[in-house]
């Protein structure tokens, strides 16, 4: 028990002297007061934001602030001199804001909305599912497939018509197929986005059409789109140039779909080279909204613009521009001398000296290129997120001043994996920092053990909670699918809901009859 409290407690201390060891300030983005380059709130700042209000700290000029009319501008107030009332511009890897304006303000998203749309539809069903369109689904307006009440697509189809052009029946019968309702499938993306640790955002439809409850923030929208990056499905179809849809009655020959995205466009004025995909919107309330996929080198950016105005693919560029000129993208492991704790946080077996855990090799951090990396320092950390890479025992999180710049994940050695259940009797503990945040753990297989258990134990609890609410999204589609089967019988049989509701109960009435005897 006294092994037990010692490694927690050694946990808590590590954590606390490191915070307290975080130093200096970050000046890049503070040539102007417009894109300060600051963590939202909740992500490594005190005080949350509330909906709609600016995050603490962050003194952007020239926005609009929740409940008021047009902004006041400041002259020179946003050094890049965006256009859009929104932007964000998030490091791909790291997930690392670069560059924010308004980027914790409400606003209305358009067809960016068919991003997490797209992640759902991935995540529950089946690309070879067969889906059946329904009147409501046909009667979508502009923008749309076509589709006739009672046709039939393959979800893959409809996900590049989705993501390509835009298609809003094809998002309802989507919407229809995975929840049994728009309603349902709402309530879904809800979930999800919370999940993916979104506070500004509401669904209400899966195409993005004008809803006053219908909302996201450039930040949440940020996050949503870095989470479609871990389907590689997703990476694809934004990055088809043309994709053929199979014969329907609209169009007996097929259909073509390409990508509406301009800066995928080699014929267009806009096209850049380095982006590999994104998401347009628009509609009257939302103005144009963009989201964007860049690469260069190794380095991934994600750019996000709501309510622009006409100039989104130019402020767009400005935002890549600015991130890939600026900023460099840092592969830990080719860093073990400086920014890696030393043997990567490792665990010894003193009988082969083998490291019992390993660094994950997408571990990146995302610095200026001026920046003096003795000033990064490592935290420990062993909480989970979302986007926290299965198998991972311990994180550690860098931090540039006051700014998480990105994280190490650890995980077991497969070829000593064995040895983390083999108990032993505790050999002591060393921690001793190092300039520039380097540092070194040495902890016998006795501690390891603990702290193995301890990480199962958590392991565990996680994995009841996840089947918890995937048994709950898992009920509530079927209720949707049964909800969905019964209107559709009603529809048919022209059957009316009080006669439905009176065929049941006489039904129950008689099933319980049959029981008693």
Not at 294 to 320: E, S, W
Request: aromatic share 6%.
């Amino acid at each position: 028990m006294k092994q037990w409290i010692f490694t927690i407690a050694l946990s808590i201390s590590l954590v606390c002297g490191q915070l307290e060891a975080a130093a200096g300030e970050y000046t890049i983005q503070k040539e102007q007061t417009g894109g300060t380059g600051q963590e939202p709130a909740g992500q490594g700042q005190a005080g949350q934001k509330q909906a709609g209000q600016e995050p603490a700290g962050l003194e952007q000029a020239g926005q609009k602030q929740a409940g008021q009319g047009q902004a006041a501008r400041t002259e020179n107030a946003d050094f890049l001199k965006l256009y859009a009332q929104s932007a964000v511009l998030m490091d791909g890897s790291s997930g690392r804001i670069l560059y924010g304006k308004g980027q914790d303000i409400i606003r209305p998203m358009a067809s960016t909305t068919k991003i997490m749309t797209c992640i759902l539809a991935l995540e529950l069903g089946n690309l070879d599912d067969k889906v059946t369109a329904s009147s409501y689904a046909a009667s979508q307006p502009k923008v749309h497939l076509g589709v006739r009440s009672g046709e039939e697509y393959r979800l893959e189809d409809l996900l590049y018509a989705l993501m390509l052009e835009s298609y809003n029946d094809a998002a309802v019968m989507i919407a229809e197929n995975i929840g049994g309702s728009v309603e349902e499938f709402a309530a879904l993306m809800n979930q999800k986005a919370e999940e993916l640790g979104c506070t500004g955002s509401n669904f209400v439809n899966p195409s993005g059409l004008n809803d006053p409850e219908h909302y996201t923030t450039a930040y949440d929208m940020a996050l949503i789109a870095r989470a479609a990056m871990n389907y590689p499905e997703i990476v694809e179809i934004m990055g088809t140039r043309v994709y053929k849809i199979p014969p329907s009655q609209k169009a007996p020959e097929g259909q073509t779909v390409s990508p509406g995205h301009k800066m995928l466009k080699k014929n267009d004025a806009a096209f850049d080279s380095r982006v590999f995909g994104g998401k347009t919107g628009f509609t009257s309330l939302a103005g144009n909204t963009l989201v964007t996929y860049a690469k260069k080198d190794d380095m991934t950016l994600i750019a996000v613009i709501l309510n622009g105005h006409q100039t989104h693919y130019t402020d767009t560029k400005k935002l890549l521009d600015f991130g890939f000129s600026r900023f460099q993208s840092m592969k830990l492991t080719d860093y073990e001398g400086s920014l890696v704790p030393e043997n990567h946080l490792t665990y010894s077996d003193s009988r082969t000296d083998q490291s019992l855990l390993l660094l994950n090799q997408n571990s990146r951090i995302v610095l200026p290129k001026e920046a003096d990396l003795s000033a990064v320092v490592p935290i420990v950390s062993y909480d989970e997120t979302s986007l926290t890479p299965s198998g991972t025992v311990v994180t550690v999180n860098y931090l540039y001043g006051e700014r998480t710049v990105g994280h190490a994940w650890i995980t077991p050695n497969p070829a000593v994996r064995s040895r983390l259940t083999r108990s032993a009797v505790p050999e002591g503990l060393s921690d001793q920092a190092a300039p520039g945040g380097r540092f070194r753990m040495n902890l016998s297989r006795g501690w390891l053990l603990a702290a193995g258990a301890s990480a199962a134990l958590a392991a565990v609890a996680c994995g009841i909670l996840f089947f918890l609410k995937r048994q709950k999204i898992r009920e509530a589609r079927a209720a949707a699918v049964r909800k969905h089967r019964r209107e559709q019988w009603m529809q048919e049989s022209g059957c009316s809901a009080e006669e439905f509701e009176a065929l049941l109960a006489k039904r129950k009435g008689s099933s319980g009859k049959k029981r008693r005897h």
